[in-house]
């Protein structure tokens, strides 16, 4: 079992709809959980991150943690069409020499106008 | 935020031939970091590359096939030798923020996307 687990899609929605992103994981010691978005032909961009369990806002996109279920979601309001893109979730334990750094194969999200 | 550039930006390799990859950085960082993104995969760690020191690789993944090279702190190369085709993917390089939780952020590059035939 893959410590991140994350389903690729693609997810296709009309403008304006509600997307939820959801990723699930094993491994009980990460401590952050985040939300990248790549475009096509792009690097991915950090959007949001989390610590701890709950939610969190940051204009349309609410993240939010559930670590007793061991699930994270991206929620992502009013969708529009630039939102199109793959959106990896990624996942941080700490350790004593640093830290590691999980991701998620990513979903592809299309918002259609 | 750091501005990271990548050349080439794809290529197209024959099989047994090897490709290097630059990776600019447009400031002064202690750490850089190689990924992999194969198709329908995750993005997976190959590499760490300080300057000045040898690169720590992560499993699964050794220095004679992915050499890398890290001349100063703003500059590196990752090295794909001997190709088959199961290393077209995309490649990208990573620095981490100036943020005291530096595993909060770190930046990409656009990515090397590499088919090899």
């Known amino acids: 079992q893959k410590e991140v687990e994350q389903d690729p899609g693609p997810l296709s929605v009309p403008e304006g709809a509600i997307v939820s992103l959801n990723c699930t994981y094993s491994n009980s010691a990460f401590q952050y959980f985040m939300w990248y978005r790549q475009y096509s032909r792009k690097g991915p961009e950090l959007l949001m991150y989390?610590?701890?369990?709950g939610n969190k806002e940051d204009g349309r996109f609410t993240a939010q943690v559930d670590k007793s279920s061991k699930y994270i979601s991206l929620f992502i309001r009013d969708s529009q069409p630039s939102d199109s893109a793959t959106y990896l979730c990624a996942m941080i334990r700490l350790e004593n020499s640093g830290y590691a750094l999980n991701f998620g194969k990513g979903t592809s999200l299309l918002v259609t106008p | 935020s750091a501005v990271i550039s990548q050349k080439p930006s794809r290529d197209i390799c024959q099989r047994g031939t090897s490709l290097t990859i630059q990776c600019q950085v447009d400031?002064?960082?202690?750490?850089m970091f190689w990924y992999r993104q194969q198709p329908g995969q995750s993005l997976t760690l190959i590499a760490t590359a300080n300057q000045g020191s040898e690169a720590t690789y992560e499993s699964g993944f050794v220095i004679d096939k992915f050499p890398i090279s890290r001349p100063n702190l703003t500059f590196s190369t990752l090295t794909v030798s001997n190709m088959s085709p199961e290393d077209s993917s995309i490649y990208l390089c990573?620095?981490?923020?100036?943020?005291?939780?530096?595993?909060?952020?770190?930046?990409f590059g656009p990515g090397t996307r590499l088919l090899v035939l």
């Open positions: 990573s620095v981490e923020g100036k943020d005291r939780d530096r595993w909060l952020s770190q930046y």
């Open positions: 989390t610590y701890s369990s």
């Open positions: 400031s002064q960082v202690t750490m």
